[in-house]
């Protein structure tokens, strides 16, 4: 038995395209498009990455897209007027200051000064507390990103066993939320959960969010189970001096018992991208009234 390829780049891209069918009408109505404002501050090569990343795919929606990058010598006072002057600015729907900071900057006070309203990441503790009391806010993307991949595989999700390994603050927990907002019946599993093989084995529902390259064996998985694979893990690769990328589930024997698998890369990873727009799009609507 071989599992069906769950392909979230192709779902990515038909979210986005959705996404940029609305905003013409949206700019229309307001007389401005969309914006999204994403903070950089210093220089972490991957962060640029996804920083640029997002800035063209913001553009390619139809979006605005304001780029701020502080200096990794800018001081908590500096980053906190920024966000504070974005805020205020009429223009800017949605607000992402690109994690992590430079290790003297206190994350959790710059997240808390973000306007809840304006907090497309979702990691706001007023989107937690929302998320967790079933009012409409703002999720995390990429566990809504996922979330998205399930209902379009499975349909409704009530009464299904799901298990969520790792416990961040934003995958783990948001992801849990959601899947009991769906009715499952879930279990969070995380570095010190024991015989975790077992609890996987009983899952109709596995998500996979540690960070340990292909840690979720084949044989763990329920035969026919669906494996959404969050890990992102640079790894040596074949050849001496190349790497490549892997998940938190090891592919090809999970693949093997799975009845649906998203692979790495091109599962989940193009979800998040594309869920932070829907969500910049979201804030637009709802702020414009
Ligand atoms: N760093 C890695 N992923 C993310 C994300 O989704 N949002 C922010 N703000 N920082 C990140």
């Avoid at 692979?263 to 979800?271: D, E």
Wanted: glycine fraction near 12%; charged fraction near 20%; aromatic fraction near 2%.
């Amino acid at each position: 038995m071989s599992a069906d390829i769950i392909d979230g780049k192709a779902y990515a891209a038909g979210l986005r395209g959705k996404v940029a069918a609305i905003v013409p009408g949206f700019r229309a109505a307001a007389g401005r498009a969309p914006g999204l404002a994403v903070v950089l501050v210093g220089e972490d090569p991957a962060s640029q990455v996804y920083v640029r990343s997002k800035h063209k795919a913001t553009v390619e929606a139809g979006m605005e897209s304001f780029e701020h990058r502080l200096p990794d010598t800018a001081t908590q006072d500096e980053l906190l007027a920024l966000v504070r002057r974005l805020n205020a600015d009429d223009t800017v729907d949605g607000i992402l200051v690109q994690l992590p900071l430079p290790g003297h900057l206190d994350e959790n006070e710059v997240i808390s000064t973000i306007d809840p309203d304006k907090d497309v990441d979702g990691f706001h503790v007023v989107n937690a507390g929302r998320l967790a009391v079933g009012q409409h806010g703002y999720v995390p993307c990429t566990p809504l990103g996922c979330l998205m991949l399930l209902k379009d595989r499975l349909g409704d999700l009530s009464g299904l066993n799901a298990v969520v390994i790792g416990r961040s603050n934003i995958v783990g927990k948001p992801m849990a939320q959601l899947l009991l907002a769906e009715s499952c019946t879930v279990t969070i599993a995380h570095s010190r959960t024991k015989d975790l093989a077992d609890v996987v084995r009983r899952a109709d529902i596995v998500v996979a969010a540690v960070g340990r390259p292909e840690m979720v064996k084949g044989d763990w998985i329920k035969p026919g189970a669906t494996v959404i694979d969050v890990g992102i893990n640079r790894v040596p690769g074949a050849e001496p001096g190349k790497t490549k990328l892997v998940g938190d589930v090891a592919y090809a024997e999970a693949a093997g018992v799975a009845g649906a698998i998203t692979p790495v890369p091109g599962g989940v990873g193009p979800m998040t991208i594309a869920v932070l727009l829907r969500n910049t799009l979201v804030a637009a609507h709802r702020r414009a009234g």
